[in-house]
């Protein structure tokens, strides 16, 4: 079945840079989008970035100018880089796909199990 596994999180500290990589793996007929997800800490789950397999990339406005994502369909993963991070970015980051497993398959959400990314000094 459809699995997608994060990796690249962890400690980092004010201004600094950390990349971000999600490998989708399994059942993969299609993949209409990929992106990141993060949830802060006492807040609810919000989208980073994300981008179709049409070129559509939409970003959070609190991170428009200093993360990219990139998506590599011949691997099927996503990257997210991150740059001038800040304090308020620590969250724990959710790799997203919309993905149809197989042809009968209309598309589904799937989730990673989530990296954590403290910057801290």
């Known amino acids: 079945q459809v699995q997608l596994v994060e990796s690249g999180g962890g400690l980092v500290q004010p201004g600094g840079s950390l990349r971000l990589s999600c490998a989708a793996s399994g059942s993969l007929f299609s993949i209409d989008a990929m992106g990141w997800y993060r949830q802060i800490l006492g807040k609810e789950r919000e989208l980073v970035a994300i981008t179709s397999t049409g070129g559509r990339t939409n970003y959070a406005e609190s991170v428009k100018g200093r993360f990219t994502i990139s998506r590599d369909n011949t691997k099927n993963t996503v990257d997210l880089q991150m740059n001038s991070l800040k304090p308020e970015d620590t969250a724990v980051y959710y790799c997203?796909?919309?993905?149809?497993?197989?042809?009968?398959?209309?598309?589904?959400?799937?989730w990673g199990q989530g990296t954590q990314v403290t910057v801290s000094s």
């Open positions: 997203y796909a919309i993905i149809s497993p197989s042809y009968r398959d209309p598309p589904y959400n799937y």
